[in-house]
């Protein structure tokens, strides 16, 4: 798909939003509707929303769909669960924030939009005091072990979110591992509580993580 790989190498969203209580940037769901625009040409991009429940939770599910004509088109899905409560929001914002988070990381998967640090964040000191804890000398665990572990619960996370993926497309395990990391700052450690670290991980990740790999549709 020709448009796709267009945008792809050429779409440029700076992380222009700033969040003062958290001390970091971003980028919003708007920023990149509104860099992307530009270079669609004739294809069409739709973004839709559903409401699905897994187990007792309420999840958002976003649909976005690059279409370059009728026969013709990629779709990635992304998922955002609801909070139960948030402090200085009602339901409906509740619900806005979920969608537009959704949103955002459907169309960082579709349109290869990484989430590294800006160039400009680089140099910004306070996250770097958030990461002093890692320097404490630590025994190294065993790494089959490790990977044992890596290797269960990506097999779990993909049973459990099979209905995330939309066709053609699937779960990329080097993805997974880099998703770990992110969310809990290094791979499992304590290897001797193999059956807690993979319900940890599967409990936390979730398919809006960036680990949805994309594959072109092949349909003409």
């Known amino acids: 798909m020709d448009i796709l790989n267009k945008i792809q190498q050429n779409l440029t ?7 003062k209580f958290g001390n ?12 992307v625009k530009p270079l669609l040409g004739d294809a ?3 973004i839709s929303d559903e409401i699905v429940q897994v187990g007792e939770r309420y999840y958002v599910k976003a649909a976005v769909t690059l279409k370059q004509d009728k026969d013709v088109y990629v779709s990635v899905s992304a998922f955002a669960r609801e909070a139960l409560t948030k402090k200085g929001m009602d339901e409906s914002q ?46 190294k665990p065993d790494g089959k072990a490790v990977m044992e572990i890596i290797d269960q619960a990506f ?18 395990k080097d993805k997974f591992i880099i998703a770990i990391k992110k969310e809990f700052g290094r791979l499992p450690a304590d290897t001797t509580k193999k059956a807690e670290a993979v319900k940890v991980i599967c409990e936390k990740l979730k398919p809006a993580d960036g680990i949805i790999e994309i594959k072109e549709n092949q349909d003409a």
């Open 13 to 19: 969203v700076p992380k222009s939003q700033y969040n």
């Open 24 to 35: 970091y940037s971003y980028r919003s769901c708007e920023d990149i509707l509104e860099a």
């Open 44 to 46: 069409v991009l739709t």
């Open 94 to 139: 509740i619900t806005g924030a979920a969608s537009s988070y959704a949103r955002k990381y459907a169309l960082n998967g579709l349109f290869c939009i990484d989430d590294t640090k800006d160039a400009d964040h680089a140099t910004d000191e306070k996250p770097k005091a958030a990461a002093a804890p890692k320097a404490k000398a630590k025994p």
């Open 155 to 172: 097999f779990e996370f993909t049973t459990i979110n099979k209905d995330a993926l939309a066709e053609g497309f699937e779960f990329n």
